[in-house]
C-alpha cells in the first residue's frame, strides 16, 4: 500500500537524507594512542565523537613510554592522549608532533585502591602498617602514574621497606588487574580506574594527595601523520567541548 507524504514532511526527509549523504561524504578515521588510564572515558567520548560528526575512530591503549618508542619508530598513529605533559612536549621537540597543537585535556588523580572494603584507610596508614605482600604500581620508566607513586613513597620515607614488595604493571592498566585479581592486595592506581558516577565502585581507596608527587597532566597532541585530517582535527576540537569535559570529569578528572 502506498502513502501519501505531505510536501513538508517530504522536504524534511530530503533534507535529513542529504545532510547524512554530505556528512558521509566528508567522514574520516582518526588513529589515537590513548593513555591506559583513559580508556573508560575515552571509549564513551569516541562513542559521542562518532555519533556527533560522523568521523570514525580508531584506538588504541597502552603505556605512554611505550607509545612514545612507537611513535619515534614511525607508527602512524594521528594523535596521542598522553599520560603525562613530558612526552607531547618530546614528540614535537622531535619533530613528530606538530607545534602549537599541544593542550592539557585532563589532570590526573592517583589513588592507592585495594579490591578488598575496609583494607585502604583514609590515610593510607596502610602503607606503614598493613600485612600484604604485594604492591602494584605502574613501571615508572613508561607509565607517569607509576612515576606518581614512586614519587609519594618517596616522600613519605617509605621506598625502602616498601620497594621489596613492588609488583610492576607494564601500564596502569595490567597494575589494575593484579589488584582486581587479588594477585595484588594493594596497588596505585588512578581514579577514572574505579570511579563510577563520582565514587569509588568497590573496595577500599586512598586519594593521594597532590602535594606528593608532581602534577599528572595528560596532553594531547596533533602527530604528523594527522597533518591533514579532518578528523584528527576535529577530534580535538571535541575534546575542549563540554560534552567531552562532563565525561571526564565524572572519572575523576580535573582540568
Not at 598513529?77 to 607531547?88: C, E, G, K, Y
Amino acid at each position: 500500500m502506498l502513502h501519501r507524504v505531505a510536501p513538508l514532511t517530504r522536504h524534511l526527509l530530503l533534507t535529513g537524507f542529504a545532510f547524512s549523504v554530505l556528512q558521509a561524504a566528508h567522514a574520516d578515521t582518526v588513529s589515537v594512542a590513548v593513555a591506559a588510564n583513559f580508556t573508560a572515558p575515552m571509549q564513551k567520548i569516541a562513542a559521542a565523537f562518532e555519533a556527533d560528526t560522523g568521523h570514525k575512530t580508531e584506538l588504541s591503549f597502552g603505556a605512554t613510554g611505550k607509545f612514545y618508542a612507537q611513535i619515534t619508530n614511525g607508527a602512524p598513529f594521528q594523535i596521542l592522549l598522553s599520560a603525562d605533559d613530558t612526552t607531547p612536549a618530546k614528540l614535537e621537540k622531535d619533530g613528530k608532533a606538530l607545534a602549537n597543537t599541544r593542550f592539557t585535556y585532563a589532570i590526573g588523580t592517583l589513588v592507592l585502591w585495594s579490591a578488598q572494603p575496609g583494607y585502604v584507610d583514609a590515610q593510607g596508614q596502610v602503607l606503614q602498617t598493613g600485612d600484604f605482600k604485594h604492591l602494584a604500581l605502574a613501571n615508572p620508566k613508561l607509565a607517569p602514574y607509576g612515576l606518581a607513586a614512586t614519587q609519594a613513597m618517596d616522600k613519605l620515607g617509605l621506598t625502602a621497606k616498601l620497594q621489596p614488595r613492588w609488583v610492576q604493571g607494564e601500564n596502569i592498566a595490567q597494575t589494575y588487574q593484579f589488584v582486581a585479581s587479588g594477585n595484588a592486595q594493594l596497588g596505585f592506581v588512578a581514579l577514572s580506574q574505579v570511579m563510577v558516577d563520582g565514587k569509588i565502585a568497590q573496595g577500599s581507596a586512598w586519594r593521594v594527595p597532590a602535594q606528593l608527587h608532581d602534577p599528572i597532566r595528560q596532553d594531547a597532541a596533533l602527530l604528523l601523520p594527522g597533518k591533514d585530517s579532518a578528523a584528527a582535527a576535529a577530534l580535538l576540537k571535541y575534546l575542549r567541548g563540554d560534552k567531552a569535559r562532563a565525561i571526564i570529569q565524572a572519572y575523576g578528572y580535573s582540568f
